[in-house]
């Protein structure tokens, strides 16, 4: 017999993955009383579940992990932290006040209020609509996510000869995956002339396997009524348009997109939210709070992450600012906007205060070899090598800061200029 | 309710109805009114997986098309159905109206004359707006458009809703279905049809050919082919929430010979769609989109709404219009008695299908066909239920009567697990099945996340392996067994 629901909570976390569990230790360390995750799936881990590999933790727990583990050491503190967790339970709508319209496969229609909520219901990936590949519409075309889903957690595969397009994360890790499970991984197309996913995963996954990377490629047309049976793969000129006449074809059954991911901000964007087009997420102050006062963001729905352990380290942070807001604490508001300059794709959060030692994620718009940061004009950090599959992780003095007060702080990134 | 594969085949019939597409489908339910012995067989594994699945989903306003011709007589007849067809099988309609733009001064008398002719039909409230006007109504719209035509009785559905309403009332009231079931030949012997197909021999003393794109091939197994198809491949793109209300209306341009040009479609269920572009193709199985036709697209839709961007398209398709020579509708007796076509059901075909239906019904009745009213006709079918479009209270109702409306199977478009498994006990048998019926997966993941809780309630459902579900019907399966032996590959 289940417990029955409060009504009534400190903070409501959105979302049961790293960031929503790492949210709720956050908002436990802050002292409130009444914390509750609500979670889509039947149990909480969000996409852990499904990424067997390891690789998980080397920051964060010092050493590695696959990814059942690593949500797994994190559901037993919130659990052993007296966290509720609300399962099979969807969030349709939070209302300005705070509150939250919930339907739950256990409890029916729920509403709850919620002195403050944290938003962690983490992205989605980019689809085949979202880059028009032209050609048939067969079976045989899906993302990167889907297949993993499907080998992992049910048990079958999405087909025996695979192409990828897109050379994002998952992408990289299905290539190994599939070559694994004795699938033909005929390659990897990458409409960019570098690639999208980690180094690492580069190289353990593709060079290690012998399956070829094609930069500056794309699909250009899939065959096939029923089941994909061919694609036709076409160079890119600078402009990434494709030269059909330099294509070729390749035959396969599968396509897997791998091709971006995007933070889901359905609620958010009902909400009202104020969003920022270049991370795709809800803008933030540096506690991490949207701009509905009460209303925090963490992990992969403020911005895409390329690593867990730092999802975990600033969802902490943005629980602990949720739960202090809960029960009643004030920190000082930000003084100090930050805005991205050259050659930065985005910045998070969007705005400083000197109180305390600030965090900052960043990512690169293209490679760049032998760089320097800038941060105004008293801060500068070199850089052997910067890429927009690495999110560049900064840590800001007060000293510095307070230097700025009402100011806009640009960002930017230069070549370093020869000797 | 069911595919009907495992019927006995080998029946004789009153009326067989060839195609299930919105034609067929409305044909079949007008004809269960009456105390006839009914099939209806259709070559996809589904109703309305053909053209109708891929229509634009608009009931035009009444005024497009001259009454001259056919389409033009039947098209407002039709509209004006369309409400209480909605009501009684509850599939979505919204009458949002259109505008037709003049984007050029000799657009304008272009503007003049159709409002003219859509009188001259009764269409109601035809009206040409300013400049000023157009901002006020539509300020997401270009400033450069000079005019505009508004018809209020234009209307959006979507079609392939329409086609499983249509098919479950008529199947209610007696009227059988058989998907899966291309026709391979046709025999006539005295006056009865013998139609072959891979599930056995249909007999019918009438045959109503409802077959879209191949209704020519079809009637030349009769040798009643007096008329060619051609088809005209039109690519649609719909677009991201994000700009969902940006448009209210129906927006068209000027047409040119051969389509309505390229519209901005506010879909029924909000998304804004755009399309069609309008190709003559020569493979009837071509429904391939094209870097060319979404270049035209967003080219003509620029001209009159710029905050529309390419980069919304969350997923595009591509249809088959069935033009006949005649550039009208073929409806009649053919050369073979007993035969009749339906056929070349090109724009403004959905619109009319309900009065093709009524019409067809006439024609019978003229050729001889005795029509008794049944005593117990339903015109009501009981479902299906949306959740997305419940209101608080009957949300609560309805999950206390059944829990499975309290999980959410597809979280983009909140399609919960009740209405998938009636989906599915209502004739869905594919992923695309339940697709079009719930709209688990139309959403921005596009089925990312809600794939594999489908087809694992389609699996549960209907007892088959997660390896047999289809995407379409055979040869779409979604997904393959784990091979045994594993090994690295070819040591490459």
Known sequence: ???????????????????????????????????????REIEAGGILNQCIHSGFGLHYFKEELTGPEYAERFIRNVQSDQVEILTDSYVLDISPALQLEIISGGYGHLQLQAQSVVLAMGCRERTRGSIRTPGFRPAGVMTAGL??????????????????????????????RLSLEGCDVTGVYELQPHCSGLTRNQVQCLDDFGIPLHLSATVAFIHGRDRVERLTIAPVNHELIPDLSRSWDVACDTLLLSIGLIPENELSTRLRLRMDPATGGPQVTSNLETSLPGVFACGNVLHVHDLVDFVSEESLRAGRFAGEVAIGMRRPSDNISLQAGENIASCVPQSLSPDREQIIYLRVKRPLKNCVLTIGDRYEKSFRMLVPAEMIRLTLAPELLDRYFGEMLKIDVRLREAT | MNSGAEKIVGMSYDVVIIGGGIVGCALARELSRYDLRLALIEKEVEVGFGTSKTNSGIIHSG??????????????????????????????????????????????????????????????????????RIQKEEPNLNRTILQALHAPTAAVINPYEACFGLIECAQQNGAELFCGCPVLAINQTGADFSIQTPQGVFHSRIVLNAAGVFADRVAAMVGAADFKIHCRKGEEYLLDRRLQGIVTRLIFPVPTATSKGVLIIPTVDGPIMVGPTAEEVNNREDLSTSFAGAAKIFAAVHQYCKAISERDTITE??????????????????????????????????????????????????????????????AEIDGPFRFARMTQQQRQAAILQDPAFGRIVCRCEAVTEAEVRYAIRHGARTLD????????????????????????????????????????????????????????????
């Open chain 2, 433 to 492: 099945g339940v697709k079009f019926r719930v709209r688990a997966g139309m959403g921005r993941c596009q089925g990312g996340f809600c794939t594999m809780r489908v087809m694992a309630l389609l699996s549960e459902t209907l007892g088959l392996p997660l390896t047999e579900i289809t995407k379409r019907g055979h040869g779409s399966e979604v997904c393959c067994p784990r091979q045994d032996n594993l090994s690295v590959g070819d040591g490459r």
């Open chain 2, 317 to 378: 398709f591509a249809g088959l219009r069935a033009v006949a020579e005649t550039n009208d509708f073929v409806i009649g007796p053919s050369p073979v008695k007993g035969f009749f076509n339906v056929a070349g059901i090109q724009s403004p075909g959905l619109t009319a299908a309900p009065a093709i239906a009524t019409y067809v019904t006439e024609m019978l009745r003229c050729e001889g066909l005795k029509l008794a009213e049944k005593p117990v006709w339903k």
């Open chain 2, 63 to 132: 005024h497009h098309a001259s009454p001259d011709t056919l389409k033009g007589r039947l098209e407002w007849a039709g509209n004006q159905r369309w409400s209480d067809l909605a009501r009684d099988l509850k599939f979505g309609f919204k009458r949002i109206g259109e505008l037709l733009l003049a984007l050029q001064p000799e657009d304008l008398h272009y503007l003049q004359l159709l409002k003219k002719q859509g009188e001259d039909k009764g269409v109601p409230g035809l009206e040409i707006w300013s400049p000023q």
């Open chain 1, 147 to 176: 297949a993993q889903k499907m080998v992992n957690m049910h048990g079958v595969l999405p087909g025996r000869r695979i192409a990828i397009l897109g050379s994002g994360d998952i992408g990289l890790i299905m290539a190994r």
């Open chain 1, 1 to 39: 017999m289940k417990s029955p629901l409060r009504s009534r909570y400190d903070v409501v976390i959105v979302g049961g993955g790293p960031a929503g569990l790492a949210a709720a230790l956050g908002a436990r360390q802050a002292g409130v009383e009444h914390i509750l995750i609500v979670d």
